[in-house]
C-alpha cells in the first residue's frame, strides 16, 4: 500500500526567502512522484514529477524537488518565493495498486502563505 | 492542451436527490478518474475507469456510482445525496500508458442541503 505525509499543513515565509515544503512517502514498488499545486478557486496543476530518471527533478516557476530514497522524501524547494506562489500543493505518490493498475495518492496538503 | 471539462462549477441540492457530476475530456484519454477534495484531507479517490464501461472503485466509493459508456465522458453518480457528501469533486484524465501525470478539470463545489 501506498502513502504520503505532508509534514506541515501550513508554511508562511516572506518574499524573497526560501521555500521548503516536507514530502514522506511509503510504496511497496518503485514509485512516481508528483508536486501538484492548486491556487485559490482553480484546478490542480503539475508542478513536477519523478518518474526514476534524475532524482534532483525542476518543474515550472522555479520549483525543484529532490527524490531521496533513503530517507524516503520528496521536498519541494524555491530559492525565493513570490506573492504569486500562494497555493495549496499536494504531494502525490503513484504506485501500483492489487489489480495491476497505477493509482495516485495525495498528501492532505500544504498551504503557503507569501508575506510581503 | 487537454482539457477536462467538468459542466457545473456549482451545485447545490437536497438530501435524497440522485446527482449527476458529468466530465468530459477531449483527447482520447483512456483513463479517467473521480476525487473528492476536503479540507485538511487532500484529495481522495472514488471511482476510476480505464476504459469504455469499465469501472473499479477507489478508497471510498460508498454512496456513489459512475458511467463510463462514452471514452470522452465519465459522469459520477450520487444516488441519493446526503450532507456529508457535500464538497468539491475532481475530475481528472490521463493517456493509457504515458505516465506524464493526471489532467485535472477545474472542480465542482457540490452543496447538499
Known amino acids: 500500500a501506498q502513502s504520503v505525509t505532508q509534514l506541515d499543513s501550513h508554511v508562511s515565509v516572506s518574499e524573497g526567502t526560501p521555500v521548503l515544503l516536507r514530502c514522506n512517502y511509503s510504496?511497496?514498488?518503485?514509485?512516481?512522484l508528483f508536486w501538484y499545486v492548486q491556487h485559490p478557486n482553480k484546478g490542480l496543476q503539475l508542478l513536477l514529477k519523478y518518474t526514476s530518471a534524475a532524482t534532483l527533478v525542476k518543474g515550472i516557476n522555479g520549483f525543484e524537488a529532490e527524490f531521496k530514497k533513503s530517507e524516503t522524501s520528496f521536498h519541494l524547494t524555491k530559492p525565493s518565493a513570490h506573492m504569486s506562489d500562494a497555493a495549496e500543493y499536494f504531494c502525490v505518490v503513484s504506485d501500483r495498486l492489487d489489480t495491476g493498475r497505477r493509482a495516485l495518492t495525495f498528501g492532505s496538503g500544504t498551504r503557503l502563505q507569501v508575506q510581503p | 492542451d487537454v482539457k477536462v471539462t467538468q459542466s457545473s462549477r456549482y451545485l447545490v441540492k437536497r438530501t435524497g436527490e440522485k446527482v449527476f457530476l458529468e466530465c468530459v475530456q477531449d483527447?482520447?484519454?483512456?483513463?479517467m478518474f473521480w476525487y473528492r477534495q476536503d479540507p485538511g484531507l487532500g484529495l481522495r479517490l472514488i471511482y476510476f475507469s480505464y476504459d469504455v464501461k469499465m469501472k473499479e472503485k477507489g478508497d471510498i466509493p460508498e454512496g456513489y456510482s459512475v458511467s463510463r459508456e462514452k471514452k470522452e465522458r465519465f459522469s459520477l453518480i450520487l444516488e441519493s445525496a446526503s450532507t456529508n457528501q457535500t464538497s468539491m469533486y475532481l475530475c481528472a484524465s490521463e493517456a493509457g500508458g504515458s505516465w506524464f501525470g493526471y489532467t485535472f478539470g477545474s472542480g465542482t463545489r457540490l452543496t447538499v442541503v
Open positions: 510504496s511497496s514498488y518503485s514509485p512516481s
Open positions: 483527447m482520447d484519454h483512456e483513463n
